[in-house]
């Protein structure tokens, strides 16, 4: 199985801050790699799929990069609604496995 | 409009059974491979199962394995778990989400997903 690790586990930034979370797969994960958030009591929503492609309606302040087993998602210029939970996740492989998430609070 | 929603959950006893029900709605259901994630209480998200558009494969995290069946009856626009020998462990909202599949490979990404429903195993 492909193990997932996100760091960090969590984090404090402020409104307007550049946030930078990074995902790390125990092999190649060939760019299946997606980046989900979730907000509290709500399921998770799709932000970057393919390391690096936005999805359609979400916020051009997110973005993706990364290839082979480091991956980086970034939020240029945090907004309130930003804080939240993201989950990287690998594709590539059965199981379909998920990082510990990256806690994003209010400092 | 695309739609999943969940239904099925609830208290169940160590050992005990329930079969979780997703309705699908707003989209051609067939055309997508479809997947159970589950999330603990207060933990990560987990992967559990998935299944081929027409049924004929389907796969498991180890830990379910043997005691979780994952179905789908496509005339009814519907994806379903059946949990057996449920233990304290399996307690978590359970997801269903579906993944386009452009390429026919089973890879990609969930762009949907259920608004989730709570099982709880405990006596």
């Known amino acids: 199985d492909i193990q997932m690790t996100q760091s960090p586990s969590s984090l404090s930034a402020s409104v307007g801050d550049r946030v930078t979370i990074a995902c790390r797969a125990s092999q190649s994960t060939n760019n299946y790699l997606n980046w989900y958030q979730q907000r509290p009591g709500k399921a998770p929503n799709l932000l970057i799929y393919g390391a690096s492609n936005l999805q359609s309606g979400v916020p051009s302040r997110f973005s993706g990069s990364g290839s082979g087993t480091d991956f980086t998602l970034t939020i240029s210029s945090l907004q309130p609604e930003d804080f939240a939970t993201y989950y990287c996740q690998q594709s590539y492989t059965t199981p379909f496995t998920f990082g510990p998430g990256t806690k994003v609070d209010i400092k | 409009e695309v739609q999943l929603v969940e239904s099925g959950g609830g208290l169940v006893q160590p050992g005990g059974s329930l079969r979780l029900s997703c309705a699908a709605s707003g989209f051609t259901f067939s055309d997508y491979w479809m997947h159970w994630v589950r999330q603990a209480p207060g933990k990560g998200l987990e992967w559990v199962a998935k299944?081929?558009?027409?049924?004929?494969?389907?796969y498991y995290v180890d830990s379910v394995k043997g005691r979780f069946t994952i179905s789908r009856d496509n005339a009814k626009n519907s994806l379903y778990l059946q949990m057996n020998s449920l233990r304290a462990e399996d307690t978590a909202v359970y997801y269903c989400?579906?993944?386009?599949?452009?390429?026919?490979?089973?890879?990609?990404?969930?762009?949907?997903w259920g608004q989730g429903t709570l099982v709880t195993v405990s006596s």
């Open positions: 299944i081929k558009q027409d049924g004929t494969e389907k």
């Open positions: 989400a579906r993944l386009p599949d452009f390429y026919g490979s089973g890879r990609g990404y969930f762009d949907y």
